[in-house]
Each structure stands twice: as structure tokens, then as C-alpha cells.
């Protein structure tokens, strides 16, 4: 036979080693394990408030609802002023002083010198009662506990803000935070 006469036949199917190629892959890959679950629970802090009306009351008697109660601790009152007091320690219009309360370095003038002083009021006096109750809880003297909160309050503080800091003469200053 010449090369012109042969014929080539075609195949009806895969050939073998194909399909036992794809076998082999198929069958050697797994799907991977995909571990969903957290170490720790997940914790969501969730404030709601609830107001419960009553309606179709007999006796004609209208009640008014009641009204939220409002966390009213001086945890609370200070967390809630935190913004104002920082923005003035931004603004050096007050720092830290030596007894762990906040004071007035510059006050402006008009409503906003007003807010001023009435929020570093507000401040000093929530502040006292914190140190009183750790006194009390700790029975130290208030004094000691003013020096300690002094202390932890210049540490917090930031770069360049205002602290009050003993002289050589002994007498306090407000001078920025170095570094």
C-alpha cells in the first residue's frame, strides 16, 4: 500500500486515557472545607427604647406614658459631655489639673465662654462624685484619690494638651503635654 491509500479510521467514543484522566481528577479533588464558626460569640450591644401605651382604658382616666428613664450616673453624664471636653482640650481652652479635676485656662467670650463654664462644671462635679464613691470604696482619703486620678488623667492626655505641673518653687502650672 502507498502512503495516498491508507485510510484512517475515526474512533467512535473517548479513548481510554482520556476518561481515565478525567476519572482521576474528579475523583482526587475534594471541595474545601470552609470552617464558618468564630472563635469567640459574637456580642452586639443593642440600646432600645420601649414605650408602652395603653388604650380603651373604662373610667375615663387618661394617663400620660412614661416617661424614658435616662441613665443618669456620672459615668454616664461624662460619657455624654466627652466630645465637648476634648474639642476644648483641642482648642486649649482647658486642661487637667493637679487634683484630678479640669480647669479653665482661657475662657471665651459670650455664650460660647458660658457653655464653657458650665460644662466644666458639670465635669468637676461628676468627677467628684466618682472620687468620693472610690474613697468611700477604698477608705483612702479624697485627696489621695484626687492625686491618683490626677496622675491617670496627664497620662491619658495627648501631646500639647494642657496639665498642671509642679514648679521648682512648688507651685502648679499649666504647661503642654510633651511627648
Known amino acids: ?34 470552617n464558618l464558626a468564630t472563635s469567640e460569640p459574637i456580642k452586639v450591644d443593642i440600646n432600645m427604647r420601649l414605650d408602652v401605651y395603653q388604650y380603651g382604658q373604662t373610667g375615663g382616666a387618661k394617663t400620660a ?16 459631655r466627652m466630645a465637648d471636653i476634648q474639642q476644648f482640650k483641642n482648642e486649649r481652652l482647658v486642661g487637667e489639673s493637679h487634683a484630678g479635676l479640669v480647669i479653665i485656662s482661657s475662657k471665651p467670650d ?19 462624685d466618682v472620687m468620693k464613691a472610690l474613697a468611700d470604696s477604698q477608705k483612702t482619703s479624697l485627696p489621695e484619690i484626687q492625686a491618683k486620678q490626677a496622675e491617670i488623667w496627664a497620662q491619658r492626655s495627648f501631646k500639647d494638651e494642657l496639665i498642671e505641673v509642679l514648679q521648682p518653687d512648688g507651685t502648679w502650672k499649666l504647661m503642654p503635654k510633651e511627648g
Open 1 to 34: 500500500m502507498t502512503k495516498d491509500k491508507i485510510m484512517t479510521v475515526p474512533r467512535k467514543g473517548f479513548p481510554a486515557g482520556i476518561l481515565f484522566v478525567l476519572a482521576v481528577t474528579f475523583v482526587g479533588c475534594a471541595a474545601p472545607t470552609v
Open 65 to 80: 406614658p412614661a416617661k424614658p428613664t435616662v441613665d443618669q450616673s456620672p459615668e454616664a453624664r461624662r460619657r455624654n
Open 110 to 128: 459670650g455664650e460660647r465662654g458660658e457653655y464653657v463654664r458650665t460644662t466644666v462644671e458639670a465635669e468637676n462635679a461628676d468627677r467628684m
